[in-house]
């Protein structure tokens, strides 16, 4: 997070350079402007967040690794040394998922559309010693 004047931008490093992300201004704002915000962010056919995937999670060793199709179906791993990029299919995606951002039971729907799977119940057991 850097001081841009009045705004606060956070950045990422970038292959050479830092990268803003997003900035703002360190005010209240109207709860209706968050609530718009909020809704289309989550909700709004336009925005990306609804109509792609977007999955990321960052290491303790400063390693982020983000799974996405926003430009194309991918699985991005950007260290302090640099970014790797590996295309996918979409088969991958509910192991990926599970494996490498800890989010078990997705699936992939008829339409090829990432969903999330019924919980499956087991029954609890004990073993007789």
């Known amino acids: 997070m850097i001081e841009d004047g009045e705004e606060l931008v956070l950045q990422s490093a970038g292959e050479s350079e830092w990268e803003d992300l997003y900035g703002f201004i360190p005010q209240p704002v109207p709860l209706v402007d968050v609530e718009t915000s909020n809704w289309f962010t989550s909700s709004h056919p336009r925005s990306p967040f609804v109509t792609?995937?977007?999955?990321?999670?960052q290491r303790q060793d400063g390693t982020r690794v983000t799974l996405s199709d926003w430009s194309e179906l991918a699985l991005t791993e950007q260290t302090p040394a640099g970014s790797t990029t590996l295309p996918l299919t979409h088969d991958a995606i509910p192991g990926?998922?599970?494996?490498?951002?800890?989010?078990?039971?997705?699936t992939l729907g008829r339409d090829g559309g990432v969903v999330r799977g019924r919980a499956q119940h087991t029954g609890a057991s004990s073993a007789a010693t």
């Open 52 to 57: 792609g995937l977007i999955v990321s999670t």
């Open 96 to 106: 990926l998922l599970e494996v490498l951002f800890g989010l078990p039971g997705f």
